[in-house]
């Protein structure tokens, strides 16, 4: 048995504050009993080879973390770590979203396009399908790459793009194919921290940014970052209603959290999506131990970061009575 075969998933039902956790055999939950497609079978088989890539590259207190953000197996990913990034407000790191896909499929246009505009966006298109498809095909991540893709189409046919005409034609698609995914917790979450981020992108980010370009071009560079970090500020914003009533959660430390994050994550991303990549090439596979030295590092700080967030006496509020949810949102729109 090999070592991806040795490891094992935790499932857990919260129901009431009260933990079931169960242990299983990785791979004990797909269904054998229907014979998988050939698309599902090569897909299925090339996720469990980079996982295994992974293992090799990656070190074993971060191999986890990677593999979840990557390719969205948590099956490594310890439940010490899942609490830690819970209570600093950072669950939706560990899950594959818009962030993730939007920050790779930047860097990987962004690469080709001194190349050719058009050629790069082809390639971002190709990339962004083949991606949905490996990491199975999350509601979250589909709803982000149909955005995309309808993004790369755009510029294909030099058309103008509309966040929100894209967002409606998301839901519109998933909907046509299976109506029940407009009572997913996910997607509802992916589709507010998106309309978010587009509705109050004029007066948060716009300002910002007309604040940026009035400064020297030195000062401009460092306060680029920020950006990123007022992105998330607007996700969290839209949120924080749907975090009070479903999960009758709210997180202190969160905004604040988000500002490494926002800073850590594209070179987390970058960096194993390229050691992973250098790995999976047998010729090459020696020399992916650099850029997964840099992924290892950087994931071992940002876990600390978290780990010291969520560390605070209240990082994590329990809020189970409505005067406890009036006061936390009526103070966040004060705020």
Request: net charge positive; with cysteine.
């Amino acid at each position: 048995m090999d070592s991806l075969e040795k490891t094992y998933q935790q499932t857990r039902c919260l129901s009431a504050g009260c933990f079931l956790s169960a242990t299983a055999p990785a791979g004990m939950f797909r269904d054998d009993t229907v014979k998988a497609g050939f698309l599902e079978s090569m897909f299925f088989s090339l996720r469990n080879k980079i996982l295994k890539v992974q293992q090799g590259v990656f070190h074993r207190s971060t191999v986890g973390f990677i593999s979840a953000i990557t390719l969205g197996d948590r099956r490594m990913l310890s439940d010490d770590v899942t609490s830690v990034f819970r209570r600093a407000g950072m669950s939706h790191v560990l899950a594959i979203s818009g962030m993730h896909l939007s920050i790779l499929g930047q860097i990987l246009f962004l690469l080709l396009k001194f190349w050719n505009e058009r050629k790069a966006a082809a390639v971002a298109f190709v990339f962004t399908l083949f991606y949905m498809t490996l990491t199975g095909i999350e509601r979250s991540v589909v709803r982000a790459g149909i955005m995309a893709m309808i993004l790369y189409f755009a510029m294909l046919l030099f058309q103008d793009y509309d966040a929100l005409t894209s967002v409606g034609a998301a839901c519109l698609i998933m909907c046509l194919f299976n109506p029940g995914v407009a009572a997913d917790t996910s997607l509802q979450l992916s589709l507010i921290s998106t309309l978010g981020i587009i509705v109050l992108n004029k007066p948060i980010i716009g300002r910002f940014e007309a604040f940026r370009r009035k400064q020297k071009r030195f000062v401009q560079k460092l306060l680029f970052p920020l950006n990123a970090f007022l992105v998330s500020i607007c996700a969290n914003i839209a949120l924080i209603p749907m975090y009070l009533y479903v999960f009758k959660t709210f997180s202190t430390v969160g905004i604040f959290a988000n500002i490494p994050a926002a800073l850590l994550m594209p070179i987390i991303l970058f960096f194993a999506f390229f050691a992973t990549l250098i790995g999976c090439c047998p010729i090459i596979s020696g020399a992916a131990c650099l850029p997964g030295f840099v992924a290892d590092v950087s994931t071992i700080l940002f876990t600390r970061i978290c780990r010291w967030f969520a560390g605070f006496k209240y990082a994590l509020i329990d809020i189970r009575f409505p005067f406890l949810s009036l006061w936390v949102l009526a103070t966040a729109v004060l705020l």
